[in-house]
Nanobody, 119 residues
C-alpha cells in the first residue's frame, strides 16, 4: 500500500509559477503521474513518469510549461508549473500504479489533492 500526500497548491495570477510536491511511502516500484480535475470536467492526465528515471510524457496542454521529476531517495514527486493559465485551475492529484498511463483507472493509489487556482 502506498500513501501519497500532495502539497504546494495555491492561488496565483496568470503567468506565475507553482511547485507541487507529492510525498509517498514508496515510489520505486510504481509508475507515477500527476492528474488534475476541474469542476465539471473529468480527471485529466497532466504528466507521467516511469520508474528508474525512464521516459517522461506530458499532456499537450502543458508541454513546455510543466516539469515532472521523481526522487526515489526522498520519496518525492514534484511538478513545477510555469506560465500558469486560468485553464490550469483544478484540483491536482498525484497517483501511483503498476503501468504508465494517462487513464485514471490504471492507478491504484491517489493523494487527497491540492487546489491550484489561476486568475
Amino acid at each position: 500500500h502506498v500513501q501519497l500526500v500532495e502539497s504546494g497548491g495555491g492561488s496565483v495570477e496568470a503567468g506565475e509559477s507553482l511547485r507541487l510536491s507529492c510525498v509517498g511511502s514508496d515510489f520505486s516500484r510504481y509508475y507515477m503521474a500527476w492528474f488534475r480535475e476541474a469542476p465539471g470536467k473529468g480527471r485529466e492526465g497532466v504528466a507521467a513518469t516511469v520508474t528508474a528515471g525512464g521516459s517522461i510524457d506530458y499532456a499537450d496542454s502543458v508541454k513546455g510549461r510543466f516539469t515532472i521529476s521523481q526522487d526515489n531517495a526522498k520519496k518525492t514527486l514534484t511538478l513545477v508549473m510555469d506560465s500558469l493559465k486560468p485553464d490550469d485551475t483544478a484540483m491536482y492529484y498525484c497517483a501511483a500504479g503498476p503501468v504508465a498511463s494517462y487513464s485514471p483507472g490504471a492507478y491504484d493509489y491517489w493523494g487527497q489533492g491540492t487546489q491550484v487556482t489561476v486568475s
